[in-house]
């Protein structure tokens, strides 16, 4: 008997079955963009105080009132966004479980989403999964810049919502004032939502500045912001994330994540609230001055391989361009480094639309610790050795 069921088009992800495939291999996973070294000890510490407290049961479906008050201190002091905790937050399971219950929740199915690519895998695929279609506007370098006349190409009846990151995963872009401010324009003219991810909004590097969507004129009411506490604080494995919205649209959320995964692990929700009230600003300057030291490391490494790069306004991605080594689809070409360096990336095409067939670009994240990227260092200078000697 062949039974029936629901078959979407859906696929793994391929970042992830990159990571796999990279443990299997022994290679050195610069494809996947989480810490492979320890979080620090302040964050354990906070983790054993609230593994203490009484912080074992389900606690409220919007999130612990503690962090919610606490993320509303913050939103206010460093998103410039006036949140009441009550009214206008949602703590979740992740970005990832924050992004799909905003769509689920808030966009009809079988209507349309205008994104920009190079984009996050993952929205295609929470897309496909909420039955809603992504218009993808195609930016390139230098500068990954648009226009309102471009935005209006891409809009229909069946627009709902655009979608953007910021900083941009997969390519580091910061979005300006102005940029954003356009985007707020375009979808108050056609009655549109906007979905802005700001999971790296830590991780911003000399010369920009992080603008949060919602804080600019005409933005707070239509504006869902969807953010990660688990890049900021190296513990993606707490899955805590959250969202902040007008408050009829939070009601809306609060009913889908509640259905997703009721909360978010309780004593990790205490233990970042506490990170919230008592980490100092010196704590997110040595943040992004090691990231910014890795990345360095990253940098000389491909720069002595042949490989550049779109230099990243933020988050801890480099987007690279290999074409002065190879005419190979950026597949065939990322598997040839994975197996032939040892050094795992994403290929660029795993980001823009599947009808664009070698863009010629792969994506490296610099979140490891110095160890792995000078082990990677090593490796691509290994590689480039090997080139250099069959020329």
């Known amino acids: 008997m062949t039974m029936a069921f629901k078959r979407l088009p859906m696929r793994e992800s391929v970042i992830r079955q990159t990571t796999i495939l990279s443990a299997q291999l022994g290679a050195v996973n610069l494809s996947q963009g989480f810490p492979d070294d320890d979080t620090f000890p302040e964050l354990k510490e906070f983790a054993i105080r609230a593994i203490h407290g009484p912080n074992h049961q389900y606690t409220n479906p919007w999130g612990s009132p503690v962090l919610r008050e606490a993320v509303a201190r913050k939103l206010a002091s460093f998103n410039k966004i006036q949140a009441d905790p009550e009214r206008n937050i949602v703590i979740t399971c992740g970005a990832t479980e924050g992004m799909i219950v905003a769509m689920e929740s808030l966009i009809e199915r079988g209507t349309e989403v205008i994104t920009f690519a190079p984009m996050y895998e993952n929205y295609v695929l929470q897309a496909i999964a909420s039955g809603l279609d992504l218009k993808m506007m195609e ?28 900083p941009v995963n997969p ?86 994540h509640d259905f997703h995964t009721v909360t978010a692990p309780h004593p990790f929700q205490i233990a970042l609230a506490t990170a919230i009230n008592e980490l100092p600003q010196s704590f997110y300057d040595a943040l992004r001055a090691e990231y910014w030291t890795r990345k360095k490391i990253l940098c000389d490494a491909l720069a002595a391989t042949g490989i550049s790069w779109y230099e ?80």
């Open 171 to 256: 390519t580091g872009k910061v979005f300006t004032r102005a940029e954003l401010q356009t985007v707020i324009d375009f979808a108050r003219a056609h009655d549109l939502l906007i979905f802005s991810d700001e999971t790296y909004e830590y991780l911003i590097w000399p010369g920009h500045e992080h603008v949060s969507t919602a804080s600019l004129p005409g933005g707070a009411d239509i504006t869902v912001t969807c953010t990660s506490m688990g890049k900021t604080y190296s513990v993606t494995g707490w899955r805590v994330g959250y969202l902040v919205a007008e408050e009829s649209l939070t009601n809306e959320l609060r009913k889908m």
């Open 139 to 166: 930016l390139w370098e230098p500068d990954f810049s648009f226009t309102r006349e471009d935005l209006e190409k891409l809009y229909n009846p069946r627009t709902r919502a655009v979608l953007l990151c910021n």
């Open 312 to 391: 990243p306004g933020g988050s801890y991605f480099l987007w690279c361009d290999y074409s002065e080594l190879s005419d190979q689809d950026d597949t065939q070409f990322a598997e040839r480094l994975l197996r032939e360096a040892g050094v795992a990336g994403v290929a660029g095409s795993v980001f823009y639309p599947s009808t664009l067939k070698n863009p010629k670009r792969l994506r490296f994240t610099y979140s490891k610790s110095r160890a792995t990227m000078e082990q990677a260092a090593v490796r691509l200078a290994k590689f480039a050795e090997a080139r250099a000697a069959v020329r």
